[in-house]
Nanobody
Framework: QVALVESGGGSVQAGGSLRLSCAAS????????MGWYRQAPGKQRELVAT???????NYADSVKGRFTISRDNAKITVYLQMNSLKPEDTAVYYC???????????WGQGTQVTVSS
């Protein structure tokens, strides 16, 4: 069984930065895409950023220009660099990895990000 272990969440003031990491506990074959969702209290889960197997990326409009997604294929790790954080970025952030053999994806346990004004 594959586990995704997240780290890097925490509390920061508006304008600050955080870097989230998500590492798989073992190799995953035929990865299609990796990325991050977030869910704020009382809101639906939203897709924040995706990085595909070929390296192309997509971002939610709300984070474009502030967040950067990257990956380390050798370590099967995906990162989310978050700059210029705003209070509305406060949420639990979940990473995922989707593969050909597991289209529903593997999911991290979630990490809290809190941005104070």
């Amino acid at each position: 069984q594959v586990a995704l272990v997240e780290s890097g969440g925490g509390s920061v003031q508006a304008g600050g930065s955080l870097r989230l990491s998500c590492a798989a506990s073992r190799s995953i074959l035929s990865i299609n895409d990796m990325g991050w969702y977030r869910q704020a209290p009382g809101k639906q889960r939203e897709l924040v950023a995706t990085i595909r197997a070929g390296g192309s990326t997509n971002y939610a409009d709300s984070v474009k220009g502030r967040f950067t997604i990257s990956r380390d294929n050798a370590k099967i790790t995906v990162y989310l660099q978050m700059n210029s954080l705003k209070p509305e970025d406060t949420a639990v952030y979940y990473c995922y990895v989707r593969s050909f053999y597991r289209p529903s994806g593997y999911w991290g346990q979630g990490t809290q990000v809190t941005v104070s004004s």
